[in-house]
């Protein structure tokens, strides 16, 4: 199993960014998929979660209405969208093949900074 993010980088405050993170190594199709993320010094934290057929999505409170997580099949990668971005959204996002926190693998992370 192999997950690797792209995307991140730094933005400010009220910005977008766009993750993505290509699977291999697993049945893509057949997987839920899940966001999560660490902001320097704290827990790991659920951020959204997809599940395999309908694309239906869930969202933890703190980013529900301006994250939105997707799923391309064909490509083996997940995506999150990530817009009205806030200054305690800065982490290292990780994608993970499970649903919420019960995920068996994940990838190295990529930095967000939302920094003005």
């Known amino acids: 199993v192999e997950l690797v993010e792209s995307g991140g980088g730094l933005v400010q405050p009220g910005g977008s960014l766009r993750l993505s993170c290509a699977a291999s190594?697993?049945?893509?199709?057949?997987?839920?998929m899940t966001w999560v993320r660490q902001a320097s010094g704290k827990e790991l934290e659920w951020v959204s979660s997809i599940y395999t057929d309908d694309g239906k999505a869930v969202y933890a409170d703190s980013v529900k209405g301006r994250f939105a997580i997707s799923r391309d099949n064909a490509k083996s990668t997940v995506y999150l969208q990530m817009d009205s971005l806030k200054p305690e959204d800065t982490a290292v996002y990780y994608c993970?093949?499970?649903?919420?926190?019960?995920?068996?693998?994940r990838g190295r992370g990529t930095q967000v900074t939302v920094s003005s």
């Open positions: 993970a093949r499970g649903y919420r926190e019960n995920y068996s693998s």
């Open positions: 190594g697993f049945l893509f199709g057949e997987a839920w």
